[in-house]
């Protein structure tokens, strides 16, 4: 069955590509190398590639020769292609988040080539708040979940604003 993904690359490069779910992940990263989205830093196609989920933050790289149905890839997700060597799973970040009242929470070992949905989901852990009532903002625009931190435009200590919706109440 063809599958619709949704891709980012380290340099703030995004595509949306259809793929056969039954194609190996190792395949996957040929086409995008084909492609010439795969990472090349210095102008020459490494071959060091990985593809990471963004809602679990699973690593495959080239050698995984499961196909993308079994490596639980599915239609619409977002996955981030990265060298295999700039991936760092650690965190290496400190990223603050200053709620309405001015209260800031420090959120560390974030790593750049996380999704802010998973710091959206760490955050909500440490807030005791449905995931689904964050949201953050920065430079004046609401952030995209899906993006990295790296394609964000965030860096270590940087200052995102927290707005915590409401849950609507039913009227009576």
């Not at 020459?44 to 079994?70: M, R």
């Not at 292609?81 to 970040?93: A, F, I, N, Q, T």
Request: aromatic share 6%.
């Amino acid at each position: 069955m063809k599958i619709t993904l949704h891709l980012q690359a380290c340099t703030k490069k995004f595509e949306n590509l259809e793929f056969d779910d039954q194609s190996t992940v190792k395949q996957l990263i040929k086409h995008l190398s084909n492609l010439g989205f795969a990472p090349n830093f210095d102008r020459e196609q490494k071959s060091d590639v990985c593809i990471v989920i963004q809602d679990t933050d699973v690593v495959l790289d080239s050698s995984c020769n499961d196909t993308l149905q079994q490596s639980n890839i599915r239609n619409g997700e977002h996955l981030y292609v990265s060298e295999k060597s700039d991936y760092r799973p650690d965190g290496s970040c400190i990223l603050n988040f200053r709620q309405m009242n001015g209260d800031i929470t420090t959120l560390e070992n974030i790593s750049y080539s996380q999704s802010m949905k998973s710091v959206t989901k760490l955050l909500a852990e440490k807030l005791n708040q449905p995931e689904k009532n964050i949201r953050l903002i920065f430079a004046g625009k609401i952030m995209d979940i899906y993006r990295t931190v790296s394609n964000s435009s965030l860096q270590t200590q940087s200052t995102i604003h927290l707005v915590l919706r409401v849950p609507k109440t039913p009227t009576s």
